[in-house]
């Protein structure tokens, strides 16, 4: 009997490591505008609240 071993090759695991590399990446810098965005709409609110006070 012949079996065939069901193993992927090194070309395979690579582009599947450069997908995963690649979507992480992606989500970092989506992850980083968002924190940036946050920041600044916290910042203008507290202009605001700072402006409303006095």
Not at 18 to 37: C, E, H, W
Request: net charge positive; proline share 0%.
């Amino acid at each position: 009997m012949n079996y065939k071993s069901k193993s992927f090759t090194l070309i395979e695991l690579l582009v599947v490591t450069f997908i995963i590399t690649l979507l992480a990446s992606i989500v970092a810098v989506q992850v980083n505008k968002a924190r940036i965005k946050a920041r600044d709409t916290t910042r203008l609110r507290d202009l605001k609240t700072i402006e409303t006070a006095t």
